[in-house]
Nanobody, 125 residues
Framework: QVPLVESGGGLVQAGGSLRLSCAAS????????MGWFRQAPGKERELVAA????????YYADSVKGRFTISRDNAKNTVYLQMSSLTPEDTAVYYC??????????????????WGQGTQVTVSS
């Protein structure tokens, strides 16, 4: 069973909004840091937002502060990334991730325990 399954990507015009969802397979993720990374063509995968499943601590990259919001629904075992005021620079494949031995501020590609399959977000100008 795939631990993390993303949905919600698509094509949107600049200035528009999208909400990404990440469904975790079971409640063992309640101790994990949950994050959203993105990777644009020719660029490294970068952390966009992260939070502890409890919601006690969150992190946002400077490039998305004030535009993106990470949240979770414990009853649904799902983490969300609400994206607004999108620009073409937000175009990328977005990945949900879960890490146990990290903090939201220090979440990194190396050391992440689980990855989703990725969902494409394309913002047209």
């Amino acid at each position: 069973q795939v631990p993390l399954v993303e949905s919600g990507g698509g094509l949107v015009q600049a200035g528009g909004s999208l909400r990404l969802s990440c469904a975790a397979s079971d409640r063992t993720f309640s101790s994990y840091i949950m994050g959203w990374f993105r990777q644009a063509p020719g660029k490294e995968r970068e952390l966009v937002a992260a939070m502890h499943w409890s919601g006690a601590s969150t992190y946002y990259a400077d490039s998305v502060k004030g535009r993106f919001t990470i949240s979770r629904d414990n009853a649904k075992n799902t983490v969300y990334l609400q994206m607004s005021s999108l620009t073409p620079e937000d175009t990328a494949v977005y990945y949900c991730a879960a890490g146990l031995r990290t903090t939201p501020q220090n979440m990194a590609v190396k050391g992440t325990d689980y990855w989703g399959q990725g969902t494409q977000v394309t913002v047209s100008s």
